[in-house]
């Protein structure tokens, strides 16, 4: 009993340190800024939520994915409710959520480790492998980058399915009707719970699957629970590849990336290595939020290709074929390649992010802890506890490591540049870093970063038009004939960076010495329909066209802020476009055309229902230019 609660109480010890390890380590860099998806994410905050119909108006906007992520929306509401807002709140936020997924981590760890070890053993090799995992460099992306949030609370809900999982397991190790309907019950809530924060969330059955077929794989289990795992597991997990890799589905949103699906499929087998690599090595040069850099494979027999797939396939395949006299290695080889199905795979996503680590580093880390804690105990007899002291010193190593690079990202004026050098071909990082020189006051060197940009990346409008908007912004002399760039607009492709250059360029253009060129900005947007013929998602240039003739209507010109609204509401009739069209023509006072129009956007908005609030404001509005038409009429 004495040893027993002094092991407890040690463990409960380094348990605390583990945790308050972790938050030591990342607070240098909850000082840092915004990055990247972050503005488009928060900014849905803008306005301000304090209502119901608040709340639902900032679910239903924005870009979060296919189902919306809720849970993770209103995980943002705890930190602020509106927008601009201050980043320190939502970093805290997302490093004490970080901490709650390593705690129910450590639980799933220990819980896997028992099934093993003794249950000494298998504490300190659950908190060593929760401690790496929880310090890892490569968590940091995901840590301190706060829309990154959704991946982590995706990340909770599938680690609390698994940890409920096991534990059901370990009280009904032959399960019948009762304890499987409640297995069932637990896999439903948790993949729903998880995919309502991130679509990721999908794969909680494909990780128990793993599981199962591994550290928890039996022969004698009932044809009852066999035909359950086929079921609620295997079933799941074919029809999750069947999605992925059905590829008539993805080609054609291939149209606007710069890489088929081909060169995708194959470039991510160089990429999954890249991150086993990143698993090890430690190295935090050239990690970070810039990736668009990464080389793109086109062939099969490009040695790197080759050599990729070729070792994928054995690791796959001796994980599956040994699974049972290798339980813990095959469970973290296929843990690994499980948590990589979708958004390393046939989905048309980005090359390579770190953040899409974050669960699938669990369990290499735990078959790596595992592995080399049972080698030295083994081999090392002659020095006790050496397997303590050798992971106290890994962990210590990787602590530091992390903690020197969270300082970097606590400070937009040290990571900027880093990133900005170590990725020279990156447009994202050059744009960023641009913008950053212009923020803290030296334009001349913002200007000269886009010129250099440019001339590597001449098909990408928004350089001359950041241009254009420094020199605005700095009355600086402009660098680039909008005249000439309105003809070669065609020349140009469409990239991330246009729609939210063009947006602020916009804002603030009127209230310069540059409001005379407001008219000749609008024309080389103009010159952006020929985008949407290059696969360009429509409301994209849609977006775009609407900001031309916001410009024009600044300007005084509403017959041309026309042009631009009906090219518009000719690309995606919306009530959007209908009342905007409305409320032009009612500032030129053609009563007439504003209340045909308003009969347009009421038609389209009865189609979805229209508010007993939105309604009044209709009949206000109607009874107004009903007004009006009557008074020019007597």
Same mark, same amino acid.
């Given at each position: 009993m004495i040893n027993c609660s002094r092991h407890s109480v040690l463990v409960s010890i380094a348990f605390v340190v583990m945790l308050a390890l972790t938050w030591f380590?990342?607070?240098?860099?909850?000082?840092?800024?915004?990055?990247?998806?972050?503005?488009?994410?928060?900014?849905?905050?803008?306005?301000?939520?304090?209502?119901?119909?608040?709340?639902?108006?900032?679910?239903?906007?924005?870009?979060?994915?296919?189902?919306?992520?809720?849970?993770?929306?209103?995980?943002?509401?705890?930190?602020?409710?509106?927008?601009?807002?201050e980043p320190g709140d939502f970093k805290y936020t997302n490093l004490a959520?970080?901490?709650?997924?390593?705690?129910?981590?450590?639980?799933?760890?220990?819980?896997?480790?028992?099934?093993?070890?003794?249950?000494?053993?298998?504490?300190?090799?659950?908190?060593?492998?929760?401690?790496?995992?929880?310090?890892?460099?490569?968590?940091?992306?995901?840590?301190?980058?706060?829309?990154?949030?959704?991946?982590?609370?995706?990340?909770?809900?599938?680690?609390?399915?698994?940890?409920?999982?096991?534990?059901?397991?370990?009280?009904?190790?032959?399960?019948?009707?009762?304890?499987?309907?409640?297995? *069932?019950?637990?896999?439903?809530? /948790? !993949? &729903?719970?998880?995919? +309502?924060?991130?679509? #990721?969330?999908? %794969?909680?059955?494909v990780y128990v699957l793993v599981i199962e077929a591994t550290i928890l794989a039996s022969k004698n289990q009932s044809a009852l629970f066999v035909w359950w795992k086929r079921v609620n597991l295997l079933a799941p997990t074919v029809v999750i590849l069947a999605y992925v890799l059905y590829f008539p589905k993805?080609?054609? *949103?291939?149209?606007?990336?710069? /890489? !088929? &699906?081909?060169?995708? +499929?194959?470039?991510? #087998?160089?990429? %999954?290595?890249?991150?086993?690599?990143?698993?090890?090595?430690?190295?935090?040069?050239?990690?970070?939020?810039?990736?668009?850099?990464?080389?793109?494979?086109?062939?099969?027999?490009?040695?790197?290709?080759?050599?990729a797939l070729l070792g994928i396939v054995f690791l796959i395949g001796f994980a599956l074929r040994f699974r049972s006299t290798y339980p813990v290695l095959s469970f973290g080889v296929l843990w690994f390649f499980a948590g990589h199905i979708i958004e390393s795979s046939a989905v048309p996503l980005e090359l390579y992010f770190e953040h899409r680590n974050y669960l699938p580093y669990l369990g290499p880390i735990f078959a790596f802890v595992f592995l080399i804690g049972g080698a030295i105990k083994r081999y090392v007899k002659e020095i006790p506890k050496f397997e303590v002291v050798v992971f106290s010193l890994l962990i210590t190593v990787v602590g530091g490591i992390t903690w020197g690079y969270s300082s970097e990202w606590g400070d937009a004026r040290r990571i900027l540049p880093i990133w900005s050098s170590e990725h020279p071909n990156s447009l994202r990082a050059q744009r960023t870093f641009a913008q950053h020189l212009a923020t803290i006051g030296l334009p001349d060197a913002a200007l000269d970063v886009v010129d250099d940009t440019y001339e590597v990346f001449p098909h990408d409008?928004?350089?001359?038009?950041?241009?254009?908007?420094?020199?605005?912004?700095?009355?600086?002399?402009?660098?680039?004939?909008?005249?000439?760039?309105?003809?070669?607009?065609a020349q140009h492709r469409w990239t991330d960076g246009l729609r939210p250059v063009v947006a602020n360029l916009s804002d603030f253009i009127h209230k310069t010495s540059c409001a005379s060129i407001a008219p000749d900005v609008a024309n080389v947007l103009k010159g952006t329909k020929v985008f949407e013929g290059q696969g360009t998602n429509t409301s994209g240039v849609a977006s775009l066209q609407v900001i031309a003739g916001d410009l024009m209507l600044r300007s005084g010109n509403a017959d041309g802020a026309l042009e631009f609204y009906f090219d518009v509401d000719n690309m995606l009739p919306s009530v959007d476009s209908a009342t905007r069209l409305a409320g032009v023509y009612l500032r030129a006072g053609d009563f007439l055309s504003a209340r045909k129009m308003l009969e347009v956007a009421i038609e389209r908005d009865s189609k979805d229902g229209i508010s007993e609030e939105k309604m009044e404001q209709y009949i206000q509005t109607f009874e107004f230019i009903d007004g009006q038409i009557e008074g020019m009429e007597q």
């Open positions: 380590v990342y607070q240098p860099g909850l000082s840092g800024p915004f990055f990247l998806d972050d503005f488009d994410n928060l900014s849905a905050l803008d306005g301000g939520v304090e209502s119901v119909d608040d709340l639902r108006h900032y679910l239903n906007i924005g870009n979060a994915g296919p189902l919306g992520r809720p849970i993770a929306k209103l995980s943002f509401l705890l930190d602020d409710n509106n927008w601009p807002s959520i970080h901490i709650l997924v390593g705690i129910i981590g450590f639980v799933v760890l220990r819980s896997l480790g028992r099934r093993l070890l003794k249950d000494a053993s298998a504490n300190w090799i659950a908190l060593a492998a929760t401690a790496i995992w929880l310090m890892h460099p490569m968590q940091v992306s995901t840590v301190l980058y706060v829309v990154q949030r959704m991946t982590q609370l995706s990340t909770l809900f599938i680690l609390l399915g698994v940890a409920v999982h096991i534990f059901l397991r370990a009280r009904h190790p032959n399960p019948k009707i009762v304890p499987l309907a409640l297995l *069932s019950l637990s896999l439903g809530l /948790f !993949t &729903l719970l998880a995919m +309502l924060s991130k679509e #990721s969330g999908a %794969l909680l059955p993805w080609i054609g *949103s291939y149209a606007n990336r710069d /890489f !088929t &699906l081909v060169e995708r +499929l194959l470039t991510q #087998s160089v990429v %999954l290595w890249d991150y086993i690599e990143s698993l090890f090595d430690l190295k935090v040069h050239k990690l970070g939020l810039f990736q668009d850099d990464y080389p793109i494979y086109s062939s099969l027999w490009t040695p790197e290709v080759f050599f409008l928004s350089l001359p038009l950041m241009s254009l908007s420094f020199s605005c912004a700095f009355e600086k002399p402009i660098r680039y004939d909008m005249a000439e760039l309105a003809k070669n607009t």
